[in-house]
């Protein structure tokens, strides 16, 4: 179930988000939680993160779009922010609130479907997934949003995460099977790249947490093809 609030002051601007909200979940076969506002006020008081997208109209009488948005990022990284709005110059404002996108009214269903589709990919992206590794001493496990990659020494796996590198052992095969569904991508026969963390790629190179990861000349494409995809919300 997606979690999704909605916050318009319009009656029938409100309602309409609603109606495309509910045709959008028939049509893709997707189960939405929805829950209305009429103002910022209302959703920013006693504010808990329990929404998975918040559309957000920018101009209200009370609490406007952009304040809400500020406050909802000081107790809420992680919901998608969609503005709603009249004129694109406010939607500049929603960079530093980090908002994925704006919706131009009139609100037109394929437009709003298609800003609907990136919000939800998002959302797939930020899902938590767990990969446990055999470590000295027992077992690891780690969040794989936190791995950078992972670095192949014959049966020796180096994990490289935020908190620090771990030393497991394994056949690098049998791990790219369970981290490909995640937007892993192998680089060359030595490591497997969280496309999350790429930065960019430059010399053959993918550049990951400061380092350089060398792309084989045989999966530079398809790597270049993923990350792509994967930046365009087109990951799995």
């Not at 988000?17 to 829950?35: A, N, S």
Request: hydrophobic share 40%.
């Amino acid at each position: 179930m997606i979690r999704i609030a909605v916050v318009e002051d319009e009656e029938v601007s409100r309602n309409t988000l609603k109606e495309y909200l509910e045709r959008y979940q028939r049509d893709k076969g997707l189960l939405f939680d929805i829950k209305t506002f009429t103002d910022g006020d209302g959703i920013t008081a006693n504010y808990r993160p329990l929404y998975d997208i918040i559309l957000l109209d920018v101009k209200m009488p009370l609490v406007d779009g952009i304040s809400a948005a500020e406050m909802i990022r000081e107790v809420d990284p992680e919901v998608v922010l969609l503005f709603i709005t009249n004129l694109p110059q406010y939607a500049i404002k929603g960079y530093a609130v980090e908002a994925l996108d704006y919706v131009l009214k009139p609100v037109s269903y394929f437009a709003f479907s298609q800003k609907l589709e990136r919000a939800i990919s998002r959302i797939k992206k930020k899902s938590k997934h767990f990969l446990a590794i055999p470590v000295k001493g027992g077992i690891q496990k780690l969040d794989i949003a936190d791995i950078f990659y992972i670095e192949s020494w014959g049966h020796i796996l180096f994990v490289h995460t935020k908190q620090g590198e771990y030393k497991t052992s394994g056949r690098m095969k049998d791990i790219e099977k369970q981290l490909a569904p995640v937007n892993f991508y192998r680089g060359n026969y030595s490591y497997i790249i969280n496309l999350e963390h790429v930065n960019g790629v430059v010399d053959g190179c993918a550049l990951v947490n400061g380092k350089k990861l060398l792309l084989s000349r045989s999966r530079r494409n398809g790597f270049l093809e993923a990350l792509t995809n994967y930046i365009g919300g087109g990951a799995k």
